[in-house]
Each structure stands twice: as C-alpha cells, then as structure tokens.
C-alpha cells in the first residue's frame, strides 16, 4: 500500500545549523511528493513539492530531491532561523486522489 | 483574500449529538478534503471530493459523512460522534490535477472534544 515514514522528533538545533529531516514512503506508480510546514495554532502550508524522480523543490531555503532509487524526499536546510520553527509534514499523491502525509517532525530552533 | 474557513473553530460536544463542521473556500477549487490531526498519527484523511456531487472515502471515514452540494462548500457531518472521534480536524482545497499543481490550501482548523 501507499505510506509515507518520517523521522521522529523532536529536533532541538541552534540557529544557523544544518536540518535534515528524512522522509521514505511507499508507492506505486510515480508518485507526487511534498512538504508542509504548520506554525503553532496554524493550518497546514505548502513548503516545497517535486513531481517526478530527480526534481528538486525548494522554498525559502529549504531543499528536497524527489530520489526513487531510494524512495525518499529528505527536507534540508543549510542554516536554520528561529522562525523556522514548527511541524514538518512530508505528504505523498500516490496515482489517484488521495494524500497520504506521514506523523510529522517537530523542530525547535533555539537563538 | 485566498482562503478556507471553518466553523466552529472549537466544539465540545457530548456522545451522540449530531453535529456538522462547516468548510467553505473562495478560490473556486474542484479538490476539497478532510482531515483529522491526532498526536503521533500525523493527518489522515477522511473524505474528499473531485467535484460537486463526487466524494469518495479516504484512510478513515468511518462515523463520517460529507456532502459537495456546492463547488465552494464541503461540511462534515458526525451523526453520532464517539469519544474516539475527539481530534484537531482540518479542511482543505486545491486545484484539479490537470494543473500538476496539487497544492491544498488548509482552513485553520476545528478543534473538537467529544465528552
């Protein structure tokens, strides 16, 4: 079936360090990928998304590449802010209409 | 402005009075969804809709219903809510997918307690 993993949190880092957050899923087909971020009290927001195999998405220095070798979407961020604090949601269209979004990473960026 | 709105954006309510949660959105989207928030689950879907008068089920619909009477408006019903259905419930829009766009647009979120 359809599924996405994401890497447990919560995940303290200092200002301006370097964010990884992995994201593997399970699909058939070719499947679309996202990123959602949620701020404290927010609805969900689109980060990035990657529609085939190599894209690579980004948005206000975050980066991930759609990697089907090894069916991940790995969220980075070279230098991490406070305001870059929140929820992390990798999300998956599988063929069809229906979304699939993993358990969500916490992250806290400390000054 | 671009948005989705939900009403209420927080309920308590007792087992087995029936309630509905209003999802309404201006930026005239075919796709809308249902989701419910619980800790260590992540969003799970419960309903959407390609359409006015097409739904279909997603991971959890049980204890649901919906209704696409409208392209602007997409209410989820609980007949009989449950205790198990006390959760951060969030509605959400987005272009069709002949647009390869796919990017949902999210209410702020309905808060509700069953007791």
């Known amino acids: 079936g359809n599924s996405v993993t994401q890497m447990e949190g919560p995940v303290t880092l200092s200002e301006e360090a370097f964010l990884t957050i992995n994201c593997t899923y399970t699909a058939t087909g070719y499947p679309s990928l996202f990123w959602y971020v949620q701020y404290p009290g927010e609805g969900l927001q689109l980060l990035l998304k990657a529609t085939k195999a190599d894209d690579k998405g980004s948005n206000k220095g975050f980066e991930a590449t759609y990697r089907k070798e090894t069916t991940s979407f790995h969220l980075e961020k070279g230098s991490v802010q406070v305001s870059d604090s929140a929820v992390y949601f990798c999300a998956l269209l599988p063929t069809g209409n229906q979304f699939y979004f993993g358990t969500g990473t916490s992250l806290t960026v400390i000054p | 402005e671009a948005q989705v709105t939900q009403n209420p954006r927080y309920l308590i309510t007792v087992t087995g009075k029936k309630l509905t949660v209003t999802c309404s959105q201006n930026m005239n989207h075919e796709y809308m969804s249902w989701y419910r928030q619980d800790p260590g689950l992540g969003l799970r879907q419960i309903y959407y809709?390609?359409?006015?008068?097409?739904?279909d089920k997603g991971d959890v619909p049980e204890g649901y219903k919906v209704s696409r009477k409208e392209k602007r408006n997409f209410p989820l019903i609980l007949e009989s809510p449950s205790p198990n259905q006390t959760s951060l419930y969030f509605c959400?829009?987005?272009?069709?997918?002949?647009?390869?766009?796919?990017?949902?647009?999210f209410g702020p979120g309905t808060r509700l307690t069953v007791t």
């Open positions: 959400a829009s987005s272009s069709d997918g002949t647009s390869g766009s796919y990017e949902q647009y």
């Open positions: 809709s390609m359409n006015v008068e097409v739904t």
